[in-house]
Structure formats: structure tokens, C-alpha cells
């Protein structure tokens, strides 16, 4: 069993320096000190908010920058690029007909980074 996730929960990006924090609109309608997450808040710029520099040489600014610095590598600013919801995700705990976000779950950003929750800013709301 996980713990449920809510706004302001810490999430950290492998390719990432800096964590972030995790926002979630009022719109799941489940709110404890803040509004609970489903598995559809990965939204960039709305939901998933940049981690520092990235470092991921799939990024194609930080493989450009580490080409002009020839091959030393170079990190950019972070620009997730998310596709797909986070995963797995908790089935037994619907809020708005969505499966809710655990502390478990993943997201995988297209320049090859996995972001996972560090944090889940809740602890007395578990998830089977």
C-alpha cells in the first residue's frame, strides 16, 4: 500500500537537478490541506513544472550545447515533455472517475527521464 499524492507533493526527474513541486487544480473535486491527484495530472507547465537543468543528451538543447562545447556535456534548462499519464496508479481509489496517484507511480518525460514522487505531502491517505 502507497500513499495517495496531492498538490504540492516534491517529485525529482533522473535527468533533473532540482526537485519540484507537484501543482493539482481544484478540479478532481478531493481536497484534504490540498487537492488529491489522479493519474491524468501530468500536464506540463499545468501539473509538472521544470526540475532545474537537465542533463538527458536526448534533449536536443543539451545535445546541441554539448556538441558546441565539444562533447562536454552541457545541461540545459528543463522542459519536460510528458505524453502519457503517470503509472501505475491506484484502481481501487477513483477521485473524478480517474485512478489516483500514488507515491509509487512513475512518469516517463520523452528526452528519457523518469519522474517519480520524493514526496507525497500526504500521509494519512493510503492506497491499495
Request: charged share 5%.
Amino acid at each position: 500500500m502507497g500513499f495517495c499524492v496531492c498538490g504540492g507533493a516534491m517529485c525529482a526527474c533522473s535527468f533533473g537537478m532540482a526537485p519540484s513541486a507537484l501543482m493539482v487544480t481544484p478540479e478532481n473535486k478531493v481536497v484534504s490541506a490540498m487537492p488529491l491527484a489522479t493519474i491524468m495530472d501530468y500536464v506540463v507547465m499545468k501539473n509538472v513544472m521544470p526540475f532545474g537543468m537537465c542533463s538527458s543528451m536526448a534533449n536536443p538543447t543539451v545535445a546541441a550545447a554539448t556538441a558546441a562545447a565539444l562533447g562536454v556535456l552541457t545541461p540545459m534548462p528543463c522542459m519536460p515533455v510528458t505524453t502519457a499519464p503517470w503509472a501505475p496508479g491506484s484502481p481501487a481509489v477513483l477521485i473524478g472517475n480517474k485512478p489516483a496517484l500514488t507515491q509509487a507511480s512513475k512518469l516517463i518525460c520523452a528526452w528519457g527521464g523518469v519522474i517519480q514522487i520524493t514526496n507525497p505531502a500526504v500521509t494519512n491517505i493510503q492506497a491499495p
